[in-house]
């Protein structure tokens, strides 16, 4: 067997495995996955035992109470902090690259910051970026008229419009966005939930959704996590996830810092 073949049929057997662990029900490889993780900011972990899939066309809505892990989960998947047990896999392989290197293999992610320069016009944002202007404005056409207008001058909408703009022209293969409606019109909300869904739907674009919105967030999902005190607690398809509404709250309110806050949210 040459060198090559002995490295295809050990991936093979990696990749068999990995679907062996994943159940007989599933179609493709995830092309994000999170194996028995845990991760936090230092000796302490934040998140633990975190089991989850993203495949290739599905959006994963993330969900849970303030300070339940959601960021914390995201920023572990793109690599920007390392594991301190379990694992994080693309496309079946476990990576322990940093945030840049998953880029180059197509993840993109969105962080809760808005990451607009505000000095710089919408074009400019975009062409820093590497992003073609036309690609940008098919995905979002209300930004043409603002095309010369500085970051700093857009509205929050707009320059969410932007961010994820700049993150879909890149038809990254996986999307992690950390709250992306957060404070914005529910008119706006729809455009990048739409936005967001395309991408999986067109491009076969994995999403990882966190979102405050929970409903909205089921409306756009396939599938999502609900997490609690650094757990999951919950996980089914959208669908079925939308008639647990009750749980999904009751887990809002024993789970959060700041559980007022959690349950108004449900109400958007
Ligand atoms: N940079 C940090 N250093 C230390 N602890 C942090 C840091 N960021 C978040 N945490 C803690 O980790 C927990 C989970 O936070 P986070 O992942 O941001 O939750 P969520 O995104 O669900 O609101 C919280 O208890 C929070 O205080
Ligand atoms: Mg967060």
């Known amino acids: 067997m040459s060198s090559n073949a002995e490295a295809s049929s050990r991936a093979e057997v990696a990749a068999n495995n990995g679907a062996t662990a994943q159940g007989p029900t599933d179609g493709p490889r995830p092309a994000i996955e999170a194996r028995g ?14 089991n989850l899939t993203v495949r290739p066309g ?7 109470p303030n300070g339940a892990g959601k960021t914390t989960t995201l920023l572990t998947l793109a690599g920007e902090l390392p594991p301190l047990a379990g694992e994080v896999l693309m496309d079946g392989a476990v990576t322990k690259a940093p945030l840049h290197l998953r880029a180059r293999k197509g993840l993109t992610f969105v962080t809760e910051e808005k990451s607009v320069f505000m000095g710089m016009s919408t074009r400019d944002n975009l062409r820093v970026a590497g992003i073609d202007v036309d690609t940008a404005l098919e995905l979002f056409p209300e930004l043409a008229k603002r095309i010369d207008v500085r970051g700093g001058l857009l509205s929050g909408g707009e320059q969410q419009m932007l961010t994820l703009a700049r993150a879909l022209s890149r038809k990254p293969r996986v999307l992690l966005a950390d709250e992306l409606s957060m404070g914005l019109a529910p008119l706006i909300v729809r455009r990048l939930l739409d936005a967001v869904r395309r991408a999986a739907d067109t491009q076969g674009t994995a999403v990882l959704l966190v979102e405050q919105h929970v409903r909205k967030a089921l409306v756009y999902a396939d599938r999502a996590y609900v997490m609690r005190r650094g757990r999951l607690v919950m996980e089914g398809s959208a669908r079925d996830l939308a008639s647990r509404i009750d749980e999904i709250e009751s887990s809002y309110m024993s789970g959060a810092e700041g559980s007022v806050e959690g349950v108004d949210f449900l109400t958007n």
């Open 58 to 64: 599905e959006v994963v809505a993330l969900l849970g």
């Open 37 to 50: 993780l845990s991760s936090g900011y230092g000796p302490q972990a934040v998140i633990r035992e975190i």
